[in-house]
């Protein structure tokens, strides 16, 4: 058995990202990444935005493909269901980064 080379995908490639998105999703990432490429392209100092983008929407690939994930959603938009105020969720991380 010979070693062959492992090709590993980045998490952050925009190619990645949208194969990982769900088909209702994919419209809006492509529409934000062509805005944050054109403003890159345009002025380089745009480019941490741009990376910024694509980890944000990794993350998006990440939590919209758990189970639940739409129904979570619309249980907090609705004010039902399990949640966390925002508030609440800030005191304990900040709690918690203290200790």
Known sequence: MSAQPVHMEEPEDPKAILRGL???????FLRQYQAAVEA???DVAQYPALRLLLRRWHLVVVAANQPGYYEAIRAAKAGVGRYTQLEDALADERARRAS
Do not use: S, V
């Open 40 to 42: 890159a392209r345009d």
């Open 22 to 28: 769900p088909e209702r999703e994919r419209g809006e």
